[in-house]
């Protein structure tokens, strides 16, 4: 958009459905490999995570939510300042897989490594 280019922009956010009934240590693992593989792809770019309208302010957190029969997902907010969205539909549906039964393949790496998925 003209005249804001120095303004954030945001993306709406988007519902990330938990396939496989509950959210497991894998999935969360998954979670924090695939935000830590964005944002090393898109320095500047803020991915939050917000569960029934709040942020999630740490990823870890989510542990305490682990085998919770009652979630009702959760919604991904992307903000980026240089207005590239051209990753945002990946990073959603790698969250996605991440979030069902299939989350090993962003859970097996070498230690202190980043995925390189974007």
Same mark, same amino acid.
């Given at each position: 958009m003209a005249g804001q280019s120095g303004a954030e922009q945001r993306i709406a956010p988007k519902d990330i459905v938990i396939t496989n009934q509950t959210l497991e240590y894998g999935n969360i693992e998954a979670w924090i490999n695939i935000i830590k593989s964005y944002k090393e792809s898109h320095p500047g770019h803020k991915v939050i995570v917000t569960y029934e309208g709040e942020p999630v302010g740490n990823m870890i957190s989510l542990?305490?939510?682990?085998? %919770?029969? =009652?979630? =009702?997902? /959760?919604?991904? &907010? &992307?903000?980026?300042? %240089?207005? =590239?969205?051209? %990753? &945002?539909?990946?990073?959603?549906? /790698?969250?996605?897989?991440?979030?069902s039964a299939r989350f090993e393949r962003f859970i097996n790496k070498e230690m202190y490594r980043v995925l390189n998925l974007f």
């Open positions: 542990y305490k939510m682990e085998g %919770d029969p =009652n979630l =009702n997902g /959760f919604q991904l &907010v &992307v903000h980026a300042p %240089d207005g =590239n969205w051209k %990753d &945002v539909s990946k990073l959603y549906r /790698f969250l996605v897989e991440g979030a």
